[in-house]
């Protein structure tokens, strides 16, 4: 032990804090923070793979001129503003419904539902591939049930393929932030149901006005990380669609947009770059926007 | 009346529930009846075990190098798991130990790399490990999630609960730092480590636009990578890659299942 000499202590502390924190740091500085920067500078470059010359701005010309960068702009605002939402919600319903405490099979259930997260991405992709296809299960059971009356073309309509794309990523990914909620949910004191029930308060009151207050950081927190997960969406979009981006675009994203530019075609790191930095600013300002929210109502 | 009420919002929860679960499960249902069809009574959704599970994997096995590819799925994955584990888990404990000034600011720039996209640094990684000679090997998939900034988050909210007086003991014991957290932090967190291994687990184990973009030999690929492959034919034999997606799930599925109970104290943990 150093010599803890009360004196002493204080730097004795931060020696050690440093050196706990240093590995991830470096880490950090090296895989995070240069290739951020590095992805900046690239961003005003253009040309063909490593033959590339400075450009200043012309690449976000280029952007705002770009029809395809339009279309999985909005590809990929639309799955946000519709998934993201209507997961949250199913996950707290859910919850709400597992912190029951007199429910029975509560642990079937909860490991049931959250089995989807641990299926690979790619895996689920191509599970939903073949259970969509249009004689396939989906549409002989819709058929059978009498919902529908033609096969849904879930694959060439551009409607279909983005609902497709929504319904499967909510699959995946409720129950992962079901858990989160479930685990807030059992730290809330008991008690303040207890009050509430005797006082008459109805069940859908209490889920409004205790449970989601009460659970604000958490929803916080898994709105941002389902936010960032959606704006990166590739691995589904891409086994779904074998890379293309769906029928006529419809659901190429971002992400599979920066890989097509780097990887796929004529290779044009500096503009595709720029694409991404349209990611990262989205992001910031969705955070930012989102933590604003949360501390102004509380 | 309020008791029929009760009754009906009670059976309307299991509806609900079981809905839910049903839906959660049914793919994995699909992907195992699957496995035991014909590609033809896949593409009509035959929910029936039928007899060609034996040819579908004779098919898998000539088709991929199993062993070799569980082999690298496997490599990377636990690799990945116990480096991360240790990095994060020292900064987590690290942070909560720190009594710099300059802590909390360090500590916000590091969430802040939660924020950055993996597309945005995406190209200049590949350039980085291209110039590294790192192309094509399983070194380049680990290192940069390493240091992953939801890990360190989640280990330090998990050691905002581990008890200070334990750290004071050892240290009228006089126990070093480093001998605190390998001796003492580390058996007492044992749950946290459990969850965190779960996440990160499958966070290696399903990782897939890196490894697509890196390895690129068919000896380095991951079993998600060939998965994927065999599935973008423009007709994919679904007998076939059903097989492949079952080995690309059970792993996960299998420590999860192992895992569960610890899975579930380390996350009621880290929300505390």
Not at chain 1, 158 to 177: D, H, S
Not at chain 2, 37 to 42: H, L, R, S
Request: positive net charge; hydrophobic residues 55%; proline residues 4%.
């Amino acid at each position: 032990m150093a010599k803890a000499r009360p004196g002493n202590l204080k730097r004795f502390y931060d020696v050690n804090g440093w050196l706990f924190v240093a590995p991830a740091l470096l880490l950090i500085a090296t895989f995070m923070f240069y290739p951020i920067i590095r992805s900046l500078v690239l961003s005003t470059f253009s040309g063909r793979g490593m033959m590339m010359k400075f450009v200043g701005f012309g690449n976000v010309v280029r952007l705002w001129n770009d029809p395809v960068f339009w279309q999985a702009l909005t590809n990929t605002m639309t799955f946000l503003v519709i998934q993201v939402p209507v997961m949250i919600m199913l996950a707290l319903i859910l919850a709400n419904a597992l912190n029951n405490p007199r429910l029975r099979f509560s642990g079937l259930f909860r490991t049931a539902i959250f089995l989807p997260c641990v299926s690979s991405l790619v895996a689920y992709a191509i599970l939903f591939k073949s259970m969509f296809a249009t004689n396939g299960i989906i549409n002989s059971t819709l058929a059978g049930i009498g919902i529908i009356d033609t096969p849904i073309e879930w694959f060439t309509d551009p409607f279909w393929a983005k609902t497709l794309v929504i319904l499967a990523i909510t699959w995946r990914w409720t129950g992962y932030n079901m858990i989160f909620y479930l685990a807030a949910l059992q730290n809330i004191d008991k008690s303040i149901y207890e009050a509430a029930r005797i006082d008459g308060v109805p069940a859908y009151r209490r889920f409004l006005h205790i449970t989601i207050p009460m659970l604000k950081p958490v929803i916080l927190f898994t709105t941002i990380t389902s936010t960032i997960g959606t704006l990166q969406l590739f691995d589904e979009v891409y086994n779904l669609t074998e890379g293309t981006g769906g029928p006529a675009n419809a659901t190429l994203t971002l992400s599979l947009y920066i890989y097509n530019l780097t990887f796929r075609f004529m290779p044009n790191f500096g503009y595709a770059a720029t694409v991404s930095y349209v990611i990262v600013l989205i992001v910031a300002v969705l955070s930012f926007l989102q933590f604003y929210a949360a501390r102004e109502r509380s | 009346m309020t008791r029929y009420i009760r009754l009906a919002t009670g059976s309307l929860q299991y509806i609900l529930l079981g809905l839910a679960a049903f839906i959660s499960v049914f793919p994995f249902i699909w992907m195992v009846i699957s496995a035991t069809n014909t590609t033809a009574d896949i593409i009509i959704g035959k929910v029936s075990f039928g007899h060609a599970l034996l040819t579908n994997i004779q098919t898998f096995m000539t088709q991929v190098d199993v062993p070799l590819i569980m082999w690298n799925s496997i490599k990377i994955a636990g690799v990945g798991t116990v480096l991360t584990l240790a990095v994060t888990s020292l900064a987590g404990y690290g942070f909560e130990i720190f009594r710099s000034k300059l802590r909390d600011k360090v500590y916000a720039v590091v969430l802040l790399t939660l924020m950055v996209p993996f597309a945005a640094i995406m190209i200049p990684l590949f350039m980085m490990m291209a110039k590294a000679g790192l192309i094509d090997t399983h070194i380049a998939i680990i290192l940069p999630t390493i240091a992953w900034a939801f890990v360190i988050f989640y280990f330090r909210q998990a050691t905002k609960a581990f008890p200070s007086e334990l750290r004071d003991a050892a240290k009228v014991d006089g126990l070093k730092e480093w001998q605190i957290f390998l001796y003492i932090y580390f058996p007492v967190m044992r749950s946290t480590y459990a969850a965190a291994f779960v996440i990160v687990f499958m966070l290696y184990w399903n990782n897939y636009l890196w490894p697509l973009i890196v390895l690129q030999s068919n000896e380095t690929k991951t079993i998600t990578l060939v998965v994927s492959s065999l599935a973008s034919a423009y007709y994919p034999d679904y007998g076939t890659v059903m097989i492949g997606t079952i080995l690309a799930t059970l792993p996960t599925l299998f420590i999860f299942f192992a895992m569960q109970r610890q899975f579930v104290e380390g996350m009621l943990g880290s929300v505390k």
